[in-house]
């Protein structure tokens, strides 16, 4: 897939014509791309301040590309934006600084731990996930700037909470989510408008899938954090999910660590992500690998989401992303 | 197009539809039947649903798949359209999910807007009812190119070939009468799986499509294809060292090619396209739906809002529309008050001058202007607009023939509009 589209990117003369030509509707990536690019402009044509949320996670990291497509030359028209919980994979935060650098664009980094100091997040156990404590620090990240838009990665097909959640989704002054009183949204005409200390998420990829993404990221060959792909990294078994054992997580007692190659199929807080067992070296291989998986993403490799059937829903209400 | 591990995949793109039809229809299993034959379901999913289902001591419920959020478990009900993802060699399909009870006008608009094509499910048992003709009435007025009546729970009629007939004749008769064009009917049992993904051995009357191949087949050459084009300026920039500005935007209908002489609405300045741009590279041209920035030959003011057209090609500026408004918000129409009408990227202030008459979705008939539209109505409106718009029949173009009403007081979008 790659190779083919590559090779004629390169062409010039009659091929340019060709390419030129052919429809963003004609395959599903193209579809989606555009969609994708339609939403993007119309955060920065309906919004005074927005920011994009980049963790260098592969969702955001699509979205950093589709940034490129709908800006470039242009500068982007808003900062980018990482909720640091102090519990991330060091490949990742490298990934997300190296990446922020080489596009020129401002990063800003507000930290968990920094919530924690101000005494703004209370732990009830030092060692507990942070990924619901995020949303304190976004909350007051967008409080602090202002922000009017903050543009994510999620996809509805993540969870079934999200399922129903609009492109355009409008957070009242305490960031909540309201399921039951969403603005209905139809054609492609989004509404942003927002009052004083409200704000809107906007997910511009909320129509892909996992699969997507990974084909998305083979067509344009995106970098990725090395820890998507197949590493050796010991682990223990702990009931059906591989934890990574890190100075976070420690065995239990009982437990008995093993070398496995594996990799993250998403990359969160190192508390609650969890890898699986994989040969994949390559991002065709992912795909492969993607297609055939028997599990879903969240269910594989997200500790949090396993707690309660409703976790993600809970999570969105109280301002999660 | 790719080939990944020796495996040659046609892409054909998307296809969005909807379902409609209550819960008792079958629909929440009919879904489930086609996330779960097409491999979308994974094991964890599977996992969790079997469980509830033996908790209830039940069969495996394929419904129970898309279970919504806590306060639809909690109260029965579900209060919104849901979307749902699958795909298969052809295609990647996009389904929205409405309810059909609560606000079935609301969701089903909301669906409709966006879908290439309706599947209207029936119950066998109870044939054609009045919530299958006002789905239908809907579908139609949202101008979705194709409806697919599936007839369900064929399985408990003894897989009848004769009750799918009648209710094909029912279907029919009235499509005639409502001027609905292009129907296909399939017998189904969600339940058993017969007729979606595979064929199953208990309709061996039936010679026509599953439902899958159907969704697999049907056309989505848009119509916007060989519309006039349309190319509403989303954002305007000027990159550094730049000469000229750049003019973002979507190619909404028909297409655009270097060269073209175009008008820039509403000052309606003739000039030419001198690039199309994309981050990848300067184009000769942009089909339909490319997002790309164009280069003007002349510098004139062009922001955000205006409209790109072909000179030759022009919708007239209207401030006085006429137009079938879908309400949507608790709070009624209220005609004296002053509303934001988003057309394309355009927003303007807009007066509800007058309602001409309600349409009764049920009768299909007109009634008397009421005093105001409530949640639920559709009236046809005559608006008046404080700048104009650059509108284009619903009917000829479901982009620049909508809109949508937002209250200035909440910022809630409050009614759904097409241009008559």
């Given at each position: 897939?790659?190779?083919?589209?590559?090779?004629?990117?390169?062409?010039?003369?009659?091929?340019?014509?060709?390419?030129?030509?052919?429809?963003p509707?004609?395959?599903?990536?193209?579809?989606?791309?555009s969609e994708?690019?339609?939403?993007?402009?119309?955060?920065?044509?309906?919004?005074?301040?927005?920011?994009?949320?980049?963790s260098g996670?592969?969702?955001?990291?699509?979205?950093?590309?589709?940034?490129?497509?709908?800006?470039?030359?242009?500068?982007?028209?808003?900062?980018?934006l990482?909720?640091?919980?102090?519990h991330n994979?060091?490949?990742?935060?490298?990934f997300?600084?190296?990446?922020?650098?080489?596009?020129?664009?401002?990063?800003?980094?507000?930290?968990?731990?920094?919530?924690?100091?101000?005494?703004?997040?209370?732990?009830?156990?030092?060692?507990?996930?942070?990924?619901?404590?995020?949303?304190v620090t976004?909350?007051?990240?967008?409080?602090?700037?202002?922000?009017?838009?903050?543009?994510?990665g999620?996809?509805?097909d993540?969870?079934?909470?999200?399922?129903?959640?609009?492109?355009?989704?409008?957070?009242?002054?305490?960031?909540?989510?309201?399921?039951?009183?969403?603005?209905?949204?139809?054609?492609?005409?989004?509404?942003?408008r927002?009052?004083?200390?409200?704000?809107?998420?906007?997910?511009?990829?909320?129509?892909?899938?996992?699969?997507?993404?990974?084909?998305?990221?083979?067509?344009?060959?995106?970098?990725?954090p090395?820890?998507?792909?197949?590493h050796?990294?010991?682990?223990?078994?702990?009931?059906?999910?591989?934890?990574?054992?890190?100075?976070?997580?420690q065995?239990?007692?009982?437990?008995?660590?093993?070398?496995?190659?594996?990799?993250?199929?998403?990359?969160?807080?190192?508390?609650?992500?969890?890898?699986?067992?994989?040969?994949?070296?390559?991002?065709?291989?992912?795909?492969?690998?993607?297609?055939a998986?028997?599990i879903?993403?969240?269910?594989?490799?997200?500790?949090?989401?396993?707690?309660?059937?409703?976790?993600?829903?809970?999570?969105?209400?109280?301002?999660?992303? | 197009?790719?080939?990944?591990?020796?495996?040659?995949?046609?892409?054909?793109?998307?296809?969005?539809?909807?379902?409609?039809?209550?819960?008792?229809?079958?629909?929440?299993?009919?879904?489930?039947?086609?996330?779960?034959?097409?491999?979308?379901i994974?094991?964890?999913?599977?996992?969790?649903?079997?469980?509830?289902?033996?908790?209830?001591?039940?069969a495996?419920?394929?419904?129970?798949?898309?279970?919504?959020?806590?306060?639809?478990?909690?109260?029965?009900?579900?209060?919104?359209?849901?979307?749902?993802?699958f795909?298969?060699?052809?295609?990647?399909?996009?389904?929205?999910?409405?309810?059909?009870?609560?606000?079935y006008?609301r969701?089903?608009?909301?669906?409709?807007?966006?879908?290439?094509?309706?599947?209207?499910?029936?119950?066998?048992?109870?044939?054609?009812?009045?919530?299958?003709?006002?789905?239908?009435?809907?579908?139609?007025l949202?101008?979705?190119?194709?409806?697919?009546?599936?007839?369900n729970?064929m399985?408990?009629?003894?897989?009848?070939?004769?009750?799918?007939?009648?209710?094909?004749?029912?279907?029919l008769?009235?499509?005639?009468?409502?001027?609905?064009?292009?129907?296909?009917?399939?017998?189904?049992?969600a339940?058993?799986?017969?007729?979606?993904?595979?064929?199953?051995?208990?309709?061996?009357?039936?010679?026509g499509?599953?439902?899958?191949?159907?969704?697999?087949?049907?056309?989505?050459?848009?119509m916007?294809?060989?519309?006039p084009?349309?190319?509403?300026?989303?954002?305007?920039?000027?990159?550094k060292?730049?000469?000229?500005?750049?003019?973002?935007?979507?190619?909404?209908?028909?297409?655009?090619?270097?060269?073209?002489?175009?008008?820039?609405?509403?000052?309606?300045?003739?000039?030419?396209?001198?690039?199309?741009?994309?981050?990848?590279?300067?184009?000769?041209?942009?089909?339909?739906?490319?997002a790309?920035?164009?280069?003007?030959?002349?510098?004139?003011?062009?922001?955000?809002?205006?409209?790109?057209?072909?000179?030759?090609?022009a919708?007239?500026?209207?401030?006085?529309?006429?137009?079938?408004?879908?309400?949507?918000?608790?709070?009624?129409?209220?005609?004296?008050?002053?509303?934001?009408?988003?057309?394309?990227?355009?927003?303007?202030?807009?007066?509800?001058?007058?309602?001409?008459?309600?349409?009764?979705?049920?009768?299909?008939?007109?009634?008397?202007?009421?005093a105001?539209l409530?949640?639920?109505?559709i009236?046809?409106?005559?608006?008046?607009?404080?700048?104009?718009?650059?509108?284009?029949r619903?009917?000829?173009?479901?982009?620049?023939?909508?809109?949508?009403?937002?209250?200035?007081?909440?910022?809630?979008?409050?009614?759904?509009?097409?241009?008559?």
């Amino acid at each position: 897939m790659t190779e083919a589209l590559a090779a004629s990117e390169e062409t010039r003369g009659p091929e340019r014509t060709l390419r030129a030509r052919r429809a963003p509707d004609a395959d599903h990536l193209g579809w989606l791309e555009s969609e994708a690019i339609h939403i993007l402009r119309e955060v920065a044509g309906q919004c005074r301040n927005p920011a994009l949320l980049f963790s260098g996670g592969k969702d955001s990291l699509v979205l950093l590309r589709l940034a490129e497509k709908a800006f470039r030359p242009s500068a982007f028209p808003f900062p980018l934006l990482h909720i640091d919980t102090g519990h991330n994979f060091p490949e990742v935060t490298d990934f997300r600084d190296r990446r922020a650098a080489e596009l020129g664009e401002r990063l800003i980094v507000r930290s968990v731990e920094s919530s924690i100091a101000a005494g703004r997040v209370v732990l009830r156990d030092p060692a507990e996930s942070r990924n619901r404590h995020q949303s304190v620090t976004l909350l007051d990240a967008i409080a602090e700037f202002g922000f009017d838009a903050c543009i994510g990665g999620a996809r509805r097909d993540e969870e079934k909470a999200r399922a129903k959640e609009r492109v355009f989704s409008f957070r009242d002054s305490f960031g909540q989510w309201d399921p039951k009183s969403q603005r209905p949204e139809l054609w492609n005409l989004y509404n942003a408008r927002v009052g004083p200390g409200e704000h809107v998420r906007v997910f511009p990829i909320s129509n892909w899938t996992e699969l997507d993404i990974w084909q998305y990221i083979a067509r344009e060959r995106l970098e990725v954090p090395s820890i998507y792909l197949a590493h050796l990294r010991p682990v223990v078994r702990r009931g059906t999910a591989l934890v990574p054992v890190t100075e976070l997580t420690q065995p239990r007692d009982g437990e008995h660590v093993e070398k496995l190659s594996v990799r993250f199929r998403t990359v969160g807080d190192i508390t609650c992500t969890a890898p699986v067992a994989s040969r994949a070296t390559t991002i065709e291989a992912i795909i492969a690998e993607t297609a055939a998986a028997s599990i879903t993403e969240r269910g594989a490799t997200r500790l949090d989401d396993q707690t309660a059937e409703a976790a993600m829903e809970l999570r969105k209400k109280e301002g999660y992303f | 197009m790719s080939a990944i591990e020796g495996v040659e995949v046609v892409d054909h793109g998307v296809l969005r539809f909807l379902t409609a039809g209550s819960v008792d229809d079958g629909k929440s299993t009919l879904i489930g039947r086609l996330l779960y034959d097409t491999k979308a379901i994974l094991a964890d999913q599977l996992a969790a649903i079997a469980r509830t289902s033996l908790r209830r001591g039940q069969a495996l419920d394929l419904s129970l798949l898309t279970d919504g959020l806590v306060a639809e478990r909690e109260q029965g009900i579900t209060i919104d359209v849901a979307y749902r993802y699958f795909a298969t060699g052809l295609r990647k399909f996009i389904i929205a999910d409405a309810p059909g009870h609560a606000q079935y006008t609301r969701n089903m608009v909301t669906a409709a807007s966006t879908a290439h094509l309706a599947i209207l499910l029936v119950d066998v048992r109870h044939g054609v009812v009045m919530q299958t003709r006002r789905h239908a009435t809907l579908a139609h007025l949202l101008g979705i190119p194709h409806l697919v009546v599936a007839v369900n729970k064929m399985d408990l009629i003894g897989y009848s070939a004769d009750a799918f007939a009648k209710i094909v004749d029912d279907f029919l008769g009235f499509a005639e009468r409502s001027g609905i064009a292009d129907v296909r009917f399939v017998p189904i049992s969600a339940l058993e799986g017969d007729m979606i993904v595979d064929r199953g051995d208990n309709l061996p009357w039936y010679e026509g499509p599953t439902l899958l191949q159907i969704l697999e087949t049907a056309e989505v050459a848009n119509m916007l294809e060989s519309a006039p084009f349309r190319f509403p300026v989303q954002y305007v920039a000027r990159p550094k060292g730049a000469r000229r500005r750049g003019y973002m935007g979507r190619v909404e209908s028909g297409s655009v090619a270097l060269g073209d002489v175009v008008t820039v609405l509403p000052r309606g300045l003739a000039t030419r396209v001198t690039a199309i741009r994309t981050f990848e590279r300067e184009q000769t041209s942009a089909a339909l739906h490319s997002a790309v920035t164009l280069e003007l030959e002349d510098e004139i003011d062009v922001s955000r809002g205006d409209m790109i057209v072909h000179r030759d090609q022009a919708p007239s500026p209207s401030r006085l529309l006429d137009a079938s408004l879908c309400w949507l918000d608790e709070t009624p129409l209220d005609p004296g008050r002053k509303y934001l009408l988003r057309h394309t990227t355009r927003e303007v202030r807009a007066r509800i001058d007058r309602i001409d008459h309600l349409w009764n979705v049920t009768t299909q008939q007109r009634e008397p202007a009421p005093a105001a539209l409530h949640m639920n109505d559709i009236g046809r409106v005559s608006i008046t607009l404080a700048q104009p718009v650059f509108a284009d029949r619903y009917v000829e173009n479901n982009v620049t023939g909508s809109f949508i009403v937002i209250d200035e007081a909440t910022n809630n979008t409050v009614a759904a509009g097409l241009m008559q």
